[in-house]
């Protein structure tokens, strides 16, 4: 026997409307077409499937175990059907994100609270296991947006940037780095570094400051969680180099104090990286958006 969906759904509607007449026009057919392919059906089940000397019309025992296929079957295609247009439309869609920046956490946690507000039908995911390899892990399209400061070419990526940032030195406030008013690299040589737990090429501090100069800690301690490196700090326990937004709402903490990095600074960009291809998604576009200017305003709220 071979079915199909209009089968399934001319067989739903007869029994809903109690004859072919009113069943016809539900389905937009002529009464002779929907008469035709009940028979048709009839032959292909060998049996009858409605009672027709019935008043109204109705399913025969047969015709009964078809309306439970139809009723369990259409459902469920219309449900696809529905999410399909979704897709199609852009409300529909994943956005499985990693970070190859461990502090990111404080702004993009606030970032994807407003998104989901707005596209409740996207997946949202962060993929932590993922950071120590997110770009591989987004040309391979296990996640679809990646946190990154280190813009790389790779075919199909592109690197949007978000907002600058900088790496700043935070040492206890008794600490005599405070007085010279900024950290070069031999000032860390003598100091136990509190890092997060990433791979050295994505820690600003060595990435941009340490290595280039060949200086070394003189131990390295590794903490997950921001606010207890800064207790560490603040402790005496060593230094920290965290990214500004992290330590604009510490201002007012009386036992850190926060230097730049060299005399002038160093200041660093932060990226999305995505997919070419899932650019034009409109839920893509604004959550880039907001990334661009949420953390902005953060900062500015921080430093009220």
Known sequence: MHLELRHLRTVRAIHEQGGLARAAEVLNITQSALSHQVKALEEQAGVDLFVRRAKPMRLSPAGMRLLRLAEQVLPMVAATEAEFKGVEAGRIGRLHIAMECHACFDWLLPVLDIFRRAWPEVDLDIRQR?????????????????????????????????????????????????????????????????????????????????????VEPARQRTVELTAVALMLVASGRGVAVMPDWVLRRESANAEIAMLPLTRGGIIRRLYAAVRAEDLGQPYMAHVLRLSRTEPLRMLRGAAA
């Open 130 to 214: 993922l950071a120590f390899g997110a770009l591989p892990a987004l040309a391979r399209q296990d996640v679809d947006l990646v946190i990154s400061s280190d813009p790389e070419e790779m075919a199909g990526i592109v690197f949007q940037p978000l907002f600058d940032y900088s790496p700043t030195l935070v040492v206890p406030a008794e600490h005599p780095l405070v007085a010279k008013g900024h950290a070069d690299p031999q000032d860390l040589a003598g100091e136990t570094l509190i890092t997060y737990p990433m791979d050295r090429a994505r820690l600003d501090v060595f990435s941009q400051f340490l290595t280039p100069a060949g």
